[in-house]
């Protein structure tokens, strides 16, 4: 089964440096998912979980979810990784599809265009390539 979303486990096997540069960025709102660890009365839970506009409500806009061991991990989509890629090089993307190679080219054109190569024939697990690339030269 295909999930719609980079995984914890994909999020934590990036290095520290880079985790940190994604959390900064996100901007938590309703519908987002994540992951965190807590605990309850029925002991501890490793869970994907999505902000409600109850969870906003409760906790007002600065919520932040936390877990105890102190990370929570943002559960990122297609829309997260094109809004970081947009931001952080200040363009616009612009994506197309290899045939031969099977796998995606991704454009951020501003000023300077910036190509990145995949090597994948899925879109999330592309842009999340670039993603972390850029977030690594950060």
């Known amino acids: 089964m295909s999930v719609n979303y980079i ?9 520290e440096e880079v985790q940190e540069i994604f959390i900064d960025w996100w901007d ?3 519908g987002d998912l ?3 660890k807590y605990q309850d ?3 501890k839970w ?3 979980l999505i902000v409600t506009k109850k969870d906003i409500e409760k906790y007002g806009e600065g919520f932040f979810p936390s877990g105890i061991d102190g990370k929570v991990i943002l559960l990122f989509q ?3 990784l094109i809004q970081f890629i947009e931001e952080e090089l200040n363009g616009k993307i612009n994506i197309s599809y290899n045939f031969e190679t099977e796998s995606y080219e991704i454009l951020v054109t501003r000023v300077i265009t910036h190509v990145y190569e995949t090597n ?3 879109l999330l697990q592309a842009l999340w ?5 850029i977030a690594s030269k950060n």
């Open 7 to 15: 995984t914890a486990e994909q999020f934590l096997k990036q290095n």
């Open 28 to 30: 938590i709102q309703i």
């Open 34 to 36: 994540f992951n965190v």
């Open 41 to 43: 009365e029925e002991g």
């Open 46 to 48: 490793d869970k994907d």
């Open 78 to 80: 297609i829309h997260h």
């Open 120 to 122: 994948t024939d899925n």
């Open 129 to 133: 390539q670039v993603a972390c690339k």
